[in-house]
């Protein structure tokens, strides 16, 4: 009769943090592993906090981690940007040689993808602590001058409905509920299907309602001011909404002119990107409307209106009940 395999001892404390580091660097523990250390994890608090702690840490290091670049490119052009080593220091050297090994693998194309667990791991090793140091800096450096030259916050689209699509720096992705809009970003309605809806907030506080018929394209600036490209917008403007300046005016700017409100409902039609006439029409409150040359107009609610290319605008007249719904 076969002797029965060895129960498998209970871990210490000092086992399960060495288990929890390899746990959350690589997620490779094998199932015997991950029983004791849960195991343990329950009976013992203190480890517990601990794991907890260490998921929070890998959740803040993958979300500031997220838009990094791991091509296999990246640390050639990494290292290109930091001193040479430091001729007779052997800690510079080593970790040279150590990031050189990855370089050579990355162009073999045997190079394990970019994960957080070196990040973490290199803490005790000495050679590249030093190396992960001058990157950090680097990093560090790097990061606030994008933060520094990167556009300011327009507002936060708190929630959405229909589909979009977001342009920033000539670069398209989807639009979603969540996204923080910047100054020249510009956001595109599909072509077909529903309206693109937008709850737009500032800080949590609600600043507008813009719904976007399809195929309409409108460009961000700030929090109170757009430009409409061209198709048809309806805007719903928060009279208590946040504000740059007191009495500042919620503006919409057309190339025919914009549109100027305090707090009201009100549509935009630009039919073409050259248009001949721009109409607004006014379903609550009331409008300025201020062309590029010429006299303002006034539109009171149920009204509508034309900026005209030739300049000045058409005068108030009753608003079309199509228009309106």
Excluded at 172 to 189: K, P, S, V, W
Aim: charged share 25%; net charge neutral; proline share 6%.
């Amino acid at each position: 009769m076969a002797d029965a395999p060895a129960p498998h001892s209970p871990l210490t404390c000092h086992e399960a943090e060495r288990e929890i580091d390899l746990l959350i660097e690589d997620g490779d523990l094998k199932e015997t592993e991950r029983a004791l250390l849960f195991a343990h994890v329950r009976a013992c608090q203190a480890c517990k906090s601990k794991l907890e702690a260490r998921r929070r840490q890998d959740v803040r290091l993958r979300q500031a981690f997220v838009a990094l670049d791991t091509s296999p490119d990246f640390t050639r052009r990494v290292l290109e940007s930091l001193p040479a080593a430091a001729a007779g220091d052997p800690a510079s050297e080593a970790a040279w040689a150590a990031a050189e090994r990855v370089v050579r693998q990355e162009r073999r194309g045997d190079a394990r993808p970019l994960g957080l667990g070196w990040l973490t791991r290199g803490y005790r090793l000495p050679a590249v602590l030093a190396a992960l140091i001058s990157i950090g800096l680097l990093g560090a450096y790097l990061r606030f001058q994008w933060l520094k030259d990167m556009p300011e916050e327009v507002a936060q689209i708190q929630e959405m409905s229909g589909a979009g699509v977001r342009t920033r720096a000539g670069r398209e992705a989807r639009l979603e509920a969540g996204n923080l809009l910047r100054r020249g970003d510009e956001i595109a309605a599909g072509t077909d299907g529903p309206p693109l809806v937008l709850k737009l907030g500032f800080r949590g506080t609600p600043v507008a309602a813009v719904q976007l018929k399809p195929g309409a394209l409108l460009r961000a600036y700030s929090r109170s001011q757009y430009t409409l490209v061209k198709g048809e917008a309806y805007f719903q403007v928060r009279k208590d909404r946040p504000k740059d300046r007191p009495g500042e005016r919620f503006k919409v700017e057309t190339t025919l002119g914009c549109v100027q409100v305090l707090g009201t409902e009100f549509g935009i039609i630009v039919p073409s990107e050259v248009p001949q006439m721009v109409t607004v029409v006014v379903g609550e409150g009331t409008v300025e409307v201020v062309p590029n040359s010429g006299n303002a107009m006034r539109l009171e609610a149920g009204d509508e209106g034309d900026l005209l290319n030739a300049g000045g605008t058409s005068g108030p007249r009753p608003a079309y009940a199509s228009r309106l719904t």
